[in-house]
């Protein structure tokens, strides 16, 4: 049996179809209650995304919005690949995030 791809080696187009994939089972997951698993497709979905984002629109120092997460603020110290990583306004514990997760807009609720 193959190896699965990494995200990072995969084209956009495998990347758009990972994507899909993962949203269509994260569904079935938690329409079945398993949040937890459906939480862990919904972050791979995130890092996924970020693979097809240029991680130059994400400014260090940058304070960002956290899709998923209303009210928190993440200030961005600096950058791995697709994952930045700060500190969050409500902990002051390091945190990193794919850089798909973050938006300038405060998110939907």
């Known amino acids: 049996m193959k190896?699965?791809?990494?995200?990072?080696?995969?084209?956009?187009?495998e990347l758009q179809e990972e994507m899909e994939r993962l949203k269509m089972r994260g569904v079935e997951l938690f329409e079945a209650g398993d949040f937890d698993q459906a939480m862990v497709l919904r972050t791979r979905?995130?890092?996924a995304?970020?693979?097809l984002m240029d991680p130059n629109t994400i400014?260090?120092?940058g304070e960002y919005f956290?899709?998923?997460e209303p009210g928190s603020i993440f200030t961005v110290s600096h950058l791995d690949g697709v994952m930045a990583h700060g500190t969050i306004s409500s902990n002051p514990f390091p945190a990193a995030y794919p850089i798909a997760m973050l938006t300038k807009e405060p998110p939907i609720e």
Do not use: D, F, Q
């Open 49 to 51: 995304a970020s693979y």
């Open 66 to 68: 956290i899709e998923g």
């Open 3 to 13: 190896p699965e791809k990494l995200l990072s080696e995969m084209t956009k187009e």
């Open 45 to 47: 979905w995130y890092l």
């Open 59 to 61: 400014e260090i120092g």
